[in-house]
């Protein structure tokens, strides 16, 4: 059963990164813009392991792409379970923005 659980974890986070979302969105256009954005981020963030303000700027970013995920889902009144990734990823570099910024 445990398994079970797990890979409908894993069927929503595959779920919220298809690029199927952008046509069902009409936000296609910006598709190559979200992917380089998350890139990006998750170097800076890599890099904020030496560079603090690295690491706050990245993680920021981040926060913001998540958040603005969020808002386009909750316009479109998406179910809770498809808001859950986008809101723990928002949560988890909001945390690390603070990480950052305090070392």
Do not use: C, H, K
């Amino acid at each position: 059963m445990g398994s079970r659980t797990a890979g409908a974890q894993a069927s929503t986070f595959s779920m919220a990164i298809s690029p199927q979302w952008f046509e069902r969105y009409d936000l296609r256009r910006f598709q190559t813009l979200v992917g380089i954005a998350e890139v990006a981020g998750g170097l800076a963030v890599l890099a904020g392991l030496q560079i603090a303000t690295l690491g706050v700027l990245g993680s920021a970013g981040l926060t913001a792409l998540m958040a603005l995920g969020l808002i386009v889902r909750v316009r479109l009144r998406d179910p809770i379970r498809l808001l859950l990734p986008a809101a723990t990823l928002a949560a988890i570099n909001a945390a690390l923005v603070v990480l950052f910024a305090s070392s």
